[in-house]
Antibody
Framework: QITVKESGPTLVKPTQTLTLTCTLSGFSIRTSGVGVGWIRQPPGKALEWLAI???????RYSPSLKSRLTITKDTSKNQVVLTLTNMDPMDTATYYCAHRLKSPRGDSFDYWGQGTLVTVSS | SYELTQPLSVSVALGQTARITCGGNNIGSKNVHWYQQKPGQAPVLVIYRDSNRPSGIPERFSGSNSGNTATLTISRAQAGDEADYYC?????????FGGGTKLTVL
């Protein structure tokens, strides 16, 4: 069965770079058509999409965060990595990774990780 | 940038029908997806491609999409349906989420 699991630091300092890893199980990032995205949710607020990467290394980023985000994949480990630079307290959120379900007019996310809470504080 | 508008809250009596709307410019031309999120849990996909239910989602959940409004309908509402609901689309190569609607079952 498909599962995804986030891992990374729970606390980062302002200005630091956040690196989160999404470990995939039950599917391979190398398989044609596969995509994995990152979504975050500040405490008590709405979901916010961050980025997505596809099997062919195509990538898309949130326009508002594009300058700070990088998404990559490690095919040998079947993982997807997200980095967010210049962290700010406003970036405090639960970060989710999710498996993409392809649709002709815009994909959805059908399998989500449990999320990892990242707090930005000095 | 594209915006999706959802009501902040919707209330429904137990056993009745709840309708949650998601407004966007010509949203009928896009695939709309809906997620349910209960407190402390990850979102769950309940409707994809406007009106399709993933395996394991009750038939009480249905969706429609036309013009400038997409709608998630929950029939015979149960206490367990109380949650936040988010709509989602793609626009210009980016994912967009609505602001979320809190469903209260009375």
């Amino acid at each position: 069965q498909i599962t995804v699991k986030e891992s990374g630091p729970t606390l980062v300092k302002p200005t630091q770079t956040l690196t989160l890893t999404c470990t995939l199980s039950g599917f391979s990032i190398r398989t044609s058509g596969v995509g994995v995205g990152w979504i975050r949710q500040p405490p008590g607020k709405a979901l916010e999409w961050l980025a997505i990467i596809y099997w062919d290394d195509d990538k898309r980023y949130s326009p508002s965060l594009k300058s700070r985000l990088t998404i990559t994949k490690d095919t040998s480990k079947n993982q997807v990595v997200l980095t967010l630079t210049n962290m700010d307290p406003m970036d405090t959120a639960t970060y989710y990774c999710a498996h993409r379900l392809k649709s002709p007019r815009g994909d959805s996310f059908d399998y989500w990780g449990q999320g990892t809470l990242v707090t930005v504080s000095s | 940038s594209y915006e999706l508008t959802q009501p902040l809250s919707v209330s429904v009596a137990l056993g009745q029908t709840a309708r949650i709307t998601c407004g966007g410019n010509n949203i009928g031309s896009k695939n709309v997806h809906w997620y349910q999120q209960k407190p402390g849990q990850a979102p769950v996909l309940v409707i994809y491609r406007d009106s399709n239910r993933p395996s394991g989602i009750p038939e009480r959940f249905s969706g429609s999409n036309s013009g400038n409004t997409a709608t998630l309908t929950i029939s015979r509402a149960q206490a367990g349906d109380e949650a936040d609901y988010y709509c989602q689309v793609w626009d210009n190569s980016a994912v967009v989420f609505g602001g979320g609607t809190k469903l209260t079952v009375l």
